[in-house]
């Protein structure tokens, strides 16, 4: 196996003020060496992966990384900064900066190489070697673990603790801790005959390489120094060892430090649980240690439950505005697939029907196989069916966010209350939250361990679903069901200048995050609207600007890379194919991996396509029934060949400010004068524009 790192790897003099050009002066070094072979690409994926979640860590390190198909084989990059470099971390910018590249298909040893790197950037000696190391040659030769010549090294290496994870005699890569947490767990107690207290973890993070086993180490030194036998279950990209069912039936209590979902996390149900973030294990583990065993003295447990999109309802020492977003952002997850299917299905039911068709009698009286209208009537009548769940669905998915599995039953139900005295969209948010904590307050109470497996499945679905029915249908229902036709109304009486400033501020919040928070609130603002059996015109117009501006990001990338492929790295090319056909569809991921690539070019002028969009669609008073369908339900669009004009204008504006902003960074990098030939600044055959943002 080649080396991972050599000294053509390593540039002790780093000079970089942002994140993204020290990234990039590393990974210039890959490409050198033939270990990258498209650098705008890999920046690309690189950047992608930070947007998920920063790299900083405290202590002064930086650790970009990422799988990418244009990664030839597993490649660290390592560079040391003097002025230091901004990479997110709570304490400040990082010195000691590691580019880790891994190709998407990595085997399972290198991986396990580069997971043993991360584990000992948790130990100080390293660091503090790295710091002090004087050339190139030597720094490659320390992270790679090389033996010095005349002694043996103090500092743990991490080929040696690759080697031990391999052989299975580390007891956080999973396996047995049989002798490992005996010595743990040596002199925890008082006394002989003293049970140390017992934790089992598990960490994970969404690209599987560095942050996992970071925490991991984390976790096991605190564990070490609070005399506690602590085993954790790294599930990272080399694949994971599960815990030995005895070992997790014998722990007192369970840390979750992830960031994707915990595989098999059912085998961890019935104990205290601690669920954060994978950096929080990183940085706070005594903490967390801590709090997990004041849970079990108080005798709180969790139930288990399958992996979902959104499994907790916040890491601890976030902030109530993250929190609250995530709980928003699961119900409205699982609520998105009920407004496609039956709002379509509303639409195609208009369309073959026409509007009169939801007059039509019930197809259970009423149904001719071979009559047109039974067929509409059918595919009206099954959309409003499933309209019907938005508001409990919402409601429901909400609480699971805030307090898992026990949320549901008052969730669901303090939705259909709102949806029964027509508290709508407001009434099941409201519904929701409260739900979620009514749960969590009820699962605080120190309960008596014989009664504790009745709690999730009796009790708590009991007792909450009691005190939010009470709530909605006599407390606060009815001011919500006021609150919500006063907002039918004003939307009713929308008209002129007041429209089409709506439908830009739509526009603008469409296009902010691509398919992120902002954009899904904007999507659920206006699918609400239309989710009633008679949509105002208002709220169909405010679905058409939503979706007109929706399209407008991906359209205008596909359309620049057409018209000015010479600004785009050949990925980008490709990417601008498959644009075409996502933005038509009202896909408006379709444009993150340019706005991953150059966000401070790309989304700005998508912000502005979006709003002028919405604003002309609102002008224009195109109508929308369905919720989604981009082209493919233009037949079902009022005003529609205003609508499309509206969307090109969009296209344009957008396609138009990327190419003269990007033409505008290339000049300047190649040192170009106005109007010399752009071949000449930067060849097409050399595609390294700096990003900047």
Same mark, same amino acid.
Request: hydrophobic share 50%.
């Given at each position: 196996?080649?080396?991972?790192?050599?000294?053509?790897l390593?540039?002790?003099?780093? +000079?970089a003020?942002?994140?993204?050009v020290?990234?990039?002066?590393?990974?210039?070094?890959?490409?050198a #060496?033939?270990?990258v072979?498209?650098?705008?690409?890999?920046?690309a994926?690189?950047a992608?992966r930070?947007?998920q979640?920063?790299?900083?860590?405290?202590?002064?390190?930086?650790?970009?990384?990422?799988?990418?198909?244009?990664?030839?084989?597993?490649?660290?990059?390592?560079?040391?900064?003097?002025?230091?470099v901004d990479? &997110?971390?709570?304490?400040?910018?990082?010195?000691?900066?590691?580019?880790?590249?891994? !190709?998407?298909?990595?085997?399972?040893?290198?991986?396990t190489?580069l997971?043993?790197l991360?584990? %000992?950037?948790?130990n100080?000696?390293?660091? $503090?070697?790295?710091?002090a190391v004087?050339?190139a040659?030597?720094?490659?030769?320390l992270?790679?673990?090389?033996?010095?010549?005349?002694?043996?090294? =103090?500092?743990?290496?991490?080929?040696?603790?690759?080697?031990?994870?391999?052989?299975?005699? +580390?007891?956080?890569?999973g +396996?047995?801790?049989d002798? +490992?947490?005996?010595d743990?767990?040596?002199?925890?107690?008082?006394?002989?005959?003293?049970?140390?207290f017992?934790?089992?973890?598990?960490?994970?993070?969404?690209t599987?390489?560095?942050?996992?086993?970071m925490?991991?180490?984390?976790?096991?030194?605190?564990?070490r120094?609070?005399?506690?036998?602590?085993?954790?279950?790294? #599930?990272?990209?080399?694949g994971?060892t599960?815990?030995?069912?005895?070992?997790?039936?014998a722990?007192?209590?369970?840390?979750?430090?992830?960031?994707?979902?915990?595989?098999?996390?059912?085998?961890?149900?019935?104990?205290p649980?601690?669920?954060?973030?994978?950096?929080?294990?990183?940085?706070?583990?005594?903490?967390?240690i801590?709090?997990?065993? *004041?849970?079990?003295e108080?005798?709180?447990?969790?139930?288990?439950?399958? !992996?979902?999109?959104?499994e907790?309802?916040?890491?601890?020492?976030e902030?109530?505005?993250?929190?609250?977003?995530?709980?928003?952002?699961s119900?409205?997850?699982?609520?998105?697939p009920?407004?496609a299917?039956?709002?379509?299905?509303?639409?195609?039911g208009?369309?073959? *029907?026409?509007?009169?068709?939801? =007059?039509?009698?019930?197809?259970?009286?009423?149904?001719?196989?071979? %009559?047109?209208?039974s067929w509409?009537?059918?595919?009206f %009548?099954?959309?409003?069916?499933?309209?019907?769940?938005?508001?409990?669905?919402?409601?429901?998915?909400?609480?699971y966010?805030?307090?898992?599995?026990?949320?549901?039953?008052?969730?669901?139900? &303090?939705?259909?209350?709102?949806?029964t005295?027509?508290?709508?969209?407001l009434?099941?948010?409201?519904?929701?939250?409260?739900?979620?904590?009514?749960?969590?307050?009820? %699962?605080?109470?120190?309960?008596?361990?014989?009664?504790?497996?009745?709690?999730?499945?009796?009790?708590?679905?009991?007792i909450?679903?009691?005190?939010?029915?009470?709530?909605?249908?006599?407390?606060?229902g009815k001011?919500?069901? $006021?609150?919500?036709?006063?907002?039918?109304?004003?939307?009713? &009486?929308?008209?002129? $200048?007041?429209?089409?400033?709506?439908?830009?501020?739509?526009?603008?919040?469409?296009?902010?995050?691509?398919?992120?928070?902002?954009?899904?609130?904007?999507?659920?603002?206006?699918?609400? &609207?239309?989710?009633?059996?008679?949509?105002?015109?208002?709220?169909?117009?405010?679905? /058409? /600007?939503?979706?007109?501006?929706?399209?407008? !990001?991906?359209?205008?990338?596909?359309?620049?890379?057409t018209?000015?492929?010479?600004?785009?790295?050949?990925?980008?090319?490709?990417?601008?194919?498959?644009?075409w056909?996502?933005?038509a569809?009202?896909? $408006?991921?379709g444009?993150?991996?340019?706005?991953a690539a150059?966000?401070?070019?790309?989304?700005?002028?998508s912000?502005v396509?979006?709003?002028?969009t919405?604003?002309?669609?609102?002008?224009?008073?195109?109508?929308?029934?369905?919720?989604?369908?981009?082209?493919?339900?233009?037949?079902?669009?009022?005003?529609?060949f205003?609508?499309?004009?509206?969307?090109?204008v *969009?296209?344009?504006?957008?396609?138009?400010?990327?190419?003269?902003?990007?033409?505008?960074?290339k000049?300047?990098?190649?040192?170009?004068?106005?109007?010399?030939?752009?071949?000449?600044?930067?060849?097409?055959?050399? !595609?390294?524009?700096?990003?900047?943002?």
């Open positions: 196996m080649s080396e991972m790192i050599t000294a053509d390593v540039d002790l003099d780093l +000079s003020d942002t994140k993204e020290a990234a990039r002066a590393l990974a210039e070094r890959m490409v #060496q033939g270990r072979t498209d650098l705008e690409g890999f920046l994926d690189v992608a930070e947007a979640m920063p790299t900083g860590l405290d202590g002064g390190i930086g650790i970009p990384h990422c799988r990418s198909e244009y990664v030839t084989e597993p490649s660290l990059a390592f560079g040391r900064s003097a002025e230091g990479f &997110g971390a709570p304490d400040g910018p990082a010195d000691l900066i590691f580019l880790i590249a891994a !190709p998407a298909g990595a085997d399972d040893a290198h991986l190489i997971s043993a991360a584990r %000992q950037l948790m100080a000696e390293f660091t $503090s070697a790295l710091r004087g050339d040659e030597s720094a490659a030769a992270i790679r673990g090389d033996e010095p010549e005349g002694g043996t090294d =103090s500092v743990a290496t991490p080929v040696a603790a690759s080697a031990g994870a391999a052989t299975g005699s +580390s007891a956080a890569d +396996s047995t801790p002798s +490992s947490t005996a743990k767990g040596a002199g925890a107690g008082t006394g002989a005959d003293a049970q140390p017992r934790i089992v973890a598990v960490t994970s993070c969404p599987g390489i560095a942050h996992t086993y925490a991991a180490e984390a976790l096991e030194n605190a564990g120094d609070a005399g506690v036998e602590l085993v954790v279950e790294p #599930q990272g990209s080399a994971f599960r815990l030995d069912p005895a070992v997790i039936a722990a007192d209590a369970v840390i979750f430090a992830h960031d994707v979902p915990v595989r098999e996390k059912e085998r961890f149900a019935g104990k649980t601690v669920d954060v973030g994978v950096k929080a294990g990183i940085n706070r583990p005594a903490e967390l801590t709090e997990v065993r *004041g849970k079990a108080r005798g709180e447990v969790t139930g288990g439950s399958a !992996p979902t999109p959104v907790r309802g916040g890491e601890a020492g902030g109530y505005g993250s929190m609250l977003r995530k709980w928003l952002m119900g409205v997850s699982y609520m998105v009920f407004v299917a039956g709002g379509l299905l509303i639409a195609l208009f369309a073959i *029907g026409g509007y009169e068709i939801k =007059s039509a009698p019930s197809v259970m009286q009423h149904f001719v196989w071979t %009559q047109t209208d509409a009537a059918l595919m %009548q099954i959309g409003g069916v499933a309209f019907g769940f938005l508001v409990p669905v919402l409601a429901g998915y909400i609480a966010g805030m307090a898992d599995r026990p949320g549901l039953v008052p969730g669901f139900v &303090g939705g259909m209350i709102a949806s005295i027509n508290a709508g969209f009434g099941g948010l409201a519904a929701g939250l409260i739900a979620g904590g009514v749960v969590l307050a009820i %699962q605080k109470v120190k309960i008596p361990k014989a009664v504790r497996g009745i709690m999730p499945v009796v009790v708590i679905p009991l909450s679903t009691a005190i939010v029915g009470f709530l909605m249908f006599v407390v606060i001011p919500i069901a $006021s609150a919500q036709k006063g907002m039918t109304d004003w939307l009713n &009486g929308l008209s002129g $200048s007041n429209a089409i400033l709506l439908g830009a501020l739509l526009g603008l919040m469409m296009c902010f995050d691509l398919g992120g928070p902002v954009n899904k609130v904007a999507y659920t603002f206006a699918t609400a &609207g239309i989710a009633v059996s008679n949509p105002s015109d208002s709220a169909m117009k405010i679905m /058409a /600007a939503v979706m007109a501006a929706g399209m407008v !990001p991906p359209l205008a990338m596909a359309l620049a890379t018209v000015r492929g010479k600004l785009f790295t050949e990925t980008e090319r490709e990417n601008g194919k498959a644009a056909v996502l933005g569809s009202f896909i $408006s991921e444009a993150i991996p340019f706005a150059d966000p401070l070019r790309v989304i700005p002028s912000m396509g979006g709003a002028i919405g604003s002309l669609s609102m002008a224009f008073g195109a109508t929308l029934r369905a919720p989604h369908g981009g082209i493919f339900v233009v037949p079902l669009i009022g005003h529609a205003f609508y499309l004009i509206a969307i090109a *969009g296209m344009c504006v957008t396609a138009a400010l990327v190419v003269v902003l990007k033409g505008m960074r000049q300047s990098v190649g040192g170009t004068a106005p109007g010399a030939p752009e071949d000449i600044a930067a060849p097409a055959s050399e !595609p390294k524009q700096p990003v900047t943002a």
